[in-house]
């Protein structure tokens, strides 16, 4: 395994070599990276409804879209991000458990006994520590995650606007309340760098790393302009002046945000958004649909494996929530 630690905390240069380094090479690598403050959204999550944007540009707090799902987190540099970027043992799914093993069995080396708890959080005493997504494609896995060091909550509070559904199926009242920090847990003299100082010495110890400096190329580049453009934080900028439905609900897999552009029962645009895992592209669910009246739907559904677009899915639910009024 490769060992990357990158030391620019630009989050749009960060995500750019990320991106890079799980299209183009075929090594197992482990990345450790941290950003200025900035907030991440997940990959299919519709930006406009995730943070306050006001409070954002105050405070100089950048906004990026990541190509993983999940939902959006805070960075700042009390915080310290992940990366395995490896071949997937399992075709076609997502393992958020053996990537998380390597992360928990370090905590422990630190006396932190955490656990895997939901979808996609490690937690410690019935508390969040750490948030983590995925994303594949072909054989090739990324599995990236953060660490909660001293991240200033009031802050984290302020920007972000959780799905309120979430909470309250949670039985809290707002984010910070259900988020806690590893310094809490760690000796006083512990810092940020040395969390990392301890992760990359419990890998190179586990895995038996070869140490390698981030590359730099036109295409890395190119990715972190793209990451910064408009047109890629916010996709469904055109849409949200024409939509005239907004159908939304909560399930176990996380939430899905239907914003939609209809004429009578015709669906003439489509955006499907939410803080879900998929496998394939969700545009192509939202191809499928472009167009058919909703008596269509499931027709224009059967050929298609939802699961595989909104993991953990079902066609009848994605049918039914359609069809809603």
Same mark, same amino acid.
């Given at each position: ?21 799980? +299209? ?7 990345? +450790? ?45 009390? /915080? ?24 928990? /069995? ?41 660490? +909660?060091?001293?991240?200033? *909550? ?25 988020? *806690? ?6 000796? *006083? ?37 793209? /990451? ?60 499928? +649909? ?8 499931? *027709? ?26």
């Amino acid at each position: 395994m490769k060992l990357l630690i990158l030391k620019t905390d630009d989050p749009y240069l960060n995500l750019a070599i990320e991106e890079y380094l799980f +299209l183009h090479t075929e090594e197992p690598i482990f990345m +450790l990276w941290q950003n200025a403050p900035s907030v991440i959204i997940g990959r299919n999550q519709n930006a406009y409804a995730e943070v306050d944007h006001c409070f954002a540009k105050e405070h100089g707090i950048r906004i990026a879209r990541r190509i993983t799902g999940g939902g959006a987190v805070y960075h700042d540099s009390g /915080n310290v991000n992940y990366s395995f970027i490896s071949p997937a043992e399992k075709e076609g799914t997502l393992d958020f458990e053996a990537f998380s093993a390597p992360i928990l /069995n370090a905590l422990s080396s630190l006396g932190i006994h955490a656990s895997l708890s939901g979808r996609n959080d490690i937690e410690v005493d019935g508390k969040k520590i750490s948030g983590n997504a995925q994303h594949r494609v072909g054989h090739r896995l990324l599995h990236h995650g953060t660490l +909660l060091f001293a991240v200033d *909550t009031a802050t984290l509070e302020a920007v972000l606007r959780p799905n309120r559904e979430k909470l309250k199926a949670r039985a809290i009242r707002s984010v910070s309340a259900r988020v *806690t920090d590893l310094r809490s847990y760690l000796p *006083t003299d512990m810092t940020v760098e040395g969390l990392i100082d301890h992760l990359c010495r419990y890998v190179e110890n586990a895995f038996h790393t070869q140490r390698i400096l981030p590359p730099t190329n036109e295409e890395i580049d190119a990715l972190a302009r793209r /990451n910064a453009s408009r047109e890629w934080i916010y996709p469904e900028k055109d849409l949200l002046s024409r939509y005239t439905k907004v159908k939304e609900r909560r399930y176990p897999f996380g939430s899905v945000e239907l914003l939609l552009e209809m004429k009578n029962d015709k669906i003439f645009e489509i955006a499907i958004k939410g803080d879900f895992f998929g496998i394939r592209p969700i545009s192509e669910l939202e191809d499928a +649909l472009r167009g058919a009246r909703l008596c269509e739907v499931e *027709t224009r559904l059967s050929s298609f494996d939802i699961g595989a677009y909104v993991c953990g899915m079902q066609k009848k639910e994605l049918t039914e929530l359609l069809c809603a009024e």
